[in-house]
């Protein structure tokens, strides 16, 4: 079946840089995305959306970039903090059906001091 | 407010047991929804709700039951528990409806089962 995945399971960042997670994805019929964070111990957390028909949304610290010609997303975090240390999941799913989504494998970001 | 909580925390149990894990909110939403994250890989979907009283199969639902009697609880059952059980389950819940607005999925901290 169709699914989300991820390429790089690991990322190691220095405090201060900015980082980038990266999502490919493979249903073209997805028109929503959406970045979870989990922390250790933790569920996801809603970090930031973004629909088909925009390329780029940005919140606080974060930027996701939708790239639809080649089915990639991305996820980028600016000025990386000890407190973004988490797995990062991208997650697929309709507009008209929004509640069903379809997760990535997950990336681990890992911020050295 | 507590938002999504889980019980219990942590089980143990022998192949062929059978466990009940509860989930409540009290964000009075309409969705709620029951997945399992294995080691290396992202969360899927084993059964949802769209109200009280209505369930659906998600993308792995074989070997799982689940009831939604009251809005605020979902009951996920494992009649028989297997070893390919052994994972951690998430509870989520939403507000509900098809526009992306209404579904950010707000999620418990787990429950971490293990089938010996």
Not at chain 1, 61 to 79: D, G, M, P, Y
Not at chain 2, 3 to 31: I, W
Not at chain 2, 104 to 115: D, N
Request: glycine share 10%; proline share 4%.
């Amino acid at each position: 079946g169709e699914s989300v995945g991820l390429h790089l399971p690991t990322l190691s960042v220095q405090e201060g840089d900015n980082s980038i997670i990266n999502c490919a994805y493979s249903n073209s019929a997805s028109d929503y995305f959406i970045w979870y964070k989990q922390e250790s111990g933790k569920g996801p957390q809603f970090i930031i959306d973004i629909r088909s028909n925009m390329d780029k949304r940005q919140g606080q610290r974060v930027t996701v970039l939708l790239n639809k010609t080649v089915k990639h997303l991305s996820l980028q975090i600016a000025a990386t903090q000890p407190g973004d240390s988490a797995v990062y999941f991208c997650a697929e799913s309709r507009m008209d059906s929004s509640y069903k989504l379809i997760f990535g494998s997950g990336t681990r970001l890992l911020v050295r001091p | 407010n507590a938002g999504v909580t889980q019980t219990p925390k942590f089980r143990v149990l022998k192949t062929g047991q059978s466990m009940t894990l509860l989930c409540a909110q009290d964000m009075n939403h309409e969705y709620m929804y029951w997945y399992r994250q294995d080691p290396g890989m992202g969360l899927r979907l084993i059964h949802y709700s769209v109200g009280e009283g209505t369930t659906a199969k998600g993308e792995v639902p074989d070997g799982y039951n689940v009831s939604r009697l009251k809005k605020q609880n979902f009951l996920l059952g494992l009649e028989s528990a297997a070893p390919s059980q052994t994972s951690v389950y998430f509870c989520a819940s939403s507000y509900g409806g098809g526009a992306p607005s209404y579904n950010e999925q707000f999620f418990g901290p787990g429950t971490r089962l293990t089938v010996l």
